[in-house]
């Protein structure tokens, strides 16, 4: 079956750094875009970065030359390099794949405070 799986929050200060992870499986990951995605407490789910299949990429302007997406398709991963954190960067963060159903993870809490 197709699954996502998240790893790689956890609790961080202000200005500091997290690498989160993403592994596919069950299906041909290098054929699809993945996107990173979060949700703060009553907050609506947002886009934060997206790689298509190209190697192209978009990012949402408040993650804009702070945050970086890589995918390694020899590995099935997608990456979500986080740099400079910020206390409103807090949620839980997603992984999406593109497929027709949509596919998404059950998500790994990333938390910015000191």
């Known amino acids: 079956q197709v699954q996502l799986v998240e790893s790689g929050g956890g609790l961080v200060q202000p200005g500091g750094s997290l690498r989160l992870s993403c592994a596919a499986s069950g299906f041909t990951f290098s054929a699809y875009a993945m996107s990173w995605h979060r949700q703060a407490p009553g907050k609506q789910r947002e886009l934060v970065a997206y790689?298509?299949?190209?190697?192209?990429?978009n990012y949402a302007d408040s993650v804009k030359g702070r945050f970086t997406i890589s995918r390694d398709n020899a590995k099935n991963t997608v990456f979500l390099d986080m740099n400079s954190l910020k206390p409103e960067d807090t949620a839980v963060y997603y992984c999406?794949?593109?497929?027709?159903?949509?596919?998404w993870g059950l998500g790994t809490q990333v938390t910015v405070s000191s």
């Open positions: 790689m298509a299949t190209s190697g192209h990429t």
């Open positions: 999406y794949a593109d497929l027709q159903i949509g596919l």
